[in-house]
């Protein structure tokens, strides 16, 4: 199952499992759970959902893994010729990085990520 969620202006399409970078929260800590309500539209392979404009009831679940991650750094640089002018100045974003968990849409069924477990190799006869 997807899902397209909306957070500060920007949509992601997300399946359970995902990780992504999102813009910094800084109210966040690591190991913190996140919420998504604004669900555009969600599906499977055979059925799918669109909200007009999003889906109510709907709820994406997200574990931060990362509270602050930085970007790279973007150079920005002025130069006005013959003039004598330079103007240099630059800029690292700041994101939070998530894993999503879970998606709830009314209608279908709950798909949570798969859990990591050890396997252990079968002995031989």
Same mark, same amino acid.
């Given at each position: 199952?997807?899902?397209?969620i !909306?957070?500060?202006? @920007?949509?992601?399409?997300?399946? #359970?499992?995902?990780?992504?970078?999102?813009?910094?929260?800084? !109210?966040?800590?690591?190991?913190?759970?996140?919420?998504?309500?604004?669900?555009?539209?969600?599906? *499977? !392979?055979? +059925?799918?959902?669109?909200?007009? =404009?999003?889906?109510?009831? #709907?709820?994406?679940? +997200? *574990?931060?893994? !990362? %509270?602050?991650? &930085?970007?790279?750094?973007?150079?920005?640089?002025?130069? @006005? &010729?013959?003039k004598g $002018?330079? &103007?240099?100045?630059?800029? $690292?974003? &700041?994101? *939070?990085?998530?894993?999503? $968990?879970?998606?709830?849409? =009314?209608?279908?069924? #709950?798909?949570? %990520?798969?859990? +990591?477990t050890?396997?252990? =190799?079968?002995?031989?006869?």
């Open positions: 199952m997807f899902a397209i !909306e957070d500060g202006g @920007r949509q992601y399409r997300v399946q #359970a499992g995902d990780k992504l970078q999102i813009d910094y929260r800084c !109210e966040s800590n690591d190991g913190d759970a996140v919420q998504f309500d604004k669900i555009l539209a969600a599906g *499977t !392979e055979k +059925a799918g959902k669109i909200g007009q =404009p999003v889906i109510a009831g #709907a709820v994406v679940e +997200a *574990t931060v893994l !990362e %509270a602050e991650v &930085r970007g790279r750094k973007i150079e920005v640089g002025k130069f @006005r &010729r013959r $002018t330079i &103007r240099h100045n630059g800029h $690292t974003q &700041r994101y *939070t990085k998530i894993q999503i $968990t879970g998606i709830k849409v =009314p209608g279908f069924d #709950a798909v949570s %990520a798969p859990v +990591a050890a396997s252990v =190799p079968a002995e031989q006869s």
